[in-house]
């Protein structure tokens, strides 16, 4: 006999609360393997399959998917802040932002999902937006830092790592299982062109807004279901 | 009236032949449109629905998705190794080499198929095939030029340029419209990071096998209707 299903007041409310608890710690381990997988661009539908959820279930407990992708990544989210955090308490500043690109080109090398995250923007997923700003100002100073020693060449912008994250995501999902590691030579090939002096001048920066705009068009592409066509 | 409908053998065949040639070239120029805009996943149906032709008429046609590839993007793949050749026939070595890179990679951001084309293989497109083996031999003559100058470091290995692309395809789909001239600036660091004297050993390529590996997996993703799950 289940206890919880004897009475509609009282000690039934609490064996719901925990289904709820329960499905939701599912749905969340689910969608981790599912976008580590497919990358953000897996559907709801696809996670709840994963979970062994209804899709009703699913909305009930998160009823977009930027609420899903900040209860998944914001723990990712935050070892990202912490890996600046270590990359700013190297005493070689050079030593410390090369150091800091590395490992998070590793991190996006071992989830897709992520790797996804650090080049969309989710502007209601609060909790890793946060941890986002966070990281972003401790890069701004690691940057200022690295230039002071005169190691890091001069016209390198903050946004230059978006485009870095960027590039990386493009290798790590075309080389997949067949060539896991060759992301780490094109992200060296990458590194050795920051080094100071500069081996010539560079195309302007598109600049923070018009990354901050592709990374949100990204997201909302990555928040639906179906790609969606532009049109025709 | 309509001479084609009246007798079932004789001038009948004609217009029949006419009209599989009309639709061949509407489903060609289709295709041309949806790749470019939407890359190669995009599907047959959506390739139909935009020439404005049956499902079946369309399979008649292109029975894989290889063939269509093959007609669609021969051309480009030609204009490709011409470009290759105008690098060969530059009298200095390494500008021909870094001129080369720029217009193959502003090929890749001006066609969202093309930039897939150049990052998976389709053993069966024969045509398209032929002409990326010419421009490969073309890249391995190019390469062994500049590097002979010493001006283009020593470890470069032909398959970086198939890593440079990747890298790029990345810049250009996360960007898109939003900051279409993103890439321009992570190309010319790549190139920067190429010249000699080399600011640093490198991490093994993966090397020819392990990227063909990947290229083949990525045309035959490209080449199915929706991406697969790679299990459970």
Redesign the interface.
Known sequence: MNPGAQHSDGPVAQPLRSDAERNRGRIIAAART?FA??GLNASMA?VAR?AGVGIATMFRRFPTKAELVDAVFSDRMGAYADAVAAALADPDPWNGFVGYIESACAMQAADSGFADVL?MTFPTAKVLEARRNEAYEGMVKLIGRAKATGRLREDFDPS?LV??H??????V????D??P??W???V???I????AP???S??????HD??Y???L??GQTGAAAP?P??G?
């Open positions: 599912v997988r497919d696809s994963e080049t230059d485009l870095i960027m590039a990386n995501a493009g290798v999902n075309a080389t997949g067949a060539a590691d060759a780490r030579r094109v060296a090939l990458m050795q062109s920051l080094e500069a081996r010539g560079l195309p302007d920066s598109p600049g018009a990354l705009k592709a990374m068009r990204a790609p066509g532009k025709g």
